[in-house]
């Protein structure tokens, strides 16, 4: 039997963070006040580290469209640098 991974209290809010993204995304494909494929997407980025289906998922559509995941990767990047620069400590 293999050891789960433990899970650290960010660990627990990303998820969280991104099963109530999944849901306003499911959310807003029925709704048209809503941007739904937002959401799912935003979901899918915070729930691909923790489920190899979704990451299956990015990695299809990353193949896909190139363009479109090297300007995510670039905002990511430069919102990586600006919460390391605000970081205390």
């Known amino acids: 039997m293999t050891a789960r991974p433990v899970l650290t209290w960010r660990d627990?809010?990303?998820v969280t963070a991104?099963?109530?993204m999944l849901f306003l995304?499911?959310?807003g494909l029925v709704l048209p006040?809503?941007?739904g494929i937002l959401f799912?997407?935003?979901a899918g980025f915070l729930l691909a580290?923790?489920?190899?289906f979704i990451q299956r998922l990015l990695d299809h559509a990353r193949r896909r469209h190139p363009r479109t995941?090297?300007?995510?990767r670039a905002w990511r990047a430069k919102l990586s640098?600006?919460?390391r620069r605000h970081r205390p400590g």
């Open 12 to 14: 627990g809010l990303r």
């Open 18 to 20: 991104g099963v109530v």
């Open 25 to 27: 995304g499911l959310l």
């Open 33 to 35: 006040v809503l941007q």
């Open 40 to 42: 799912l997407l935003v």
């Open 49 to 52: 580290p923790y489920s190899p």
């Open 69 to 72: 995941f090297a300007i995510v």
């Open 81 to 83: 640098r600006r919460l």
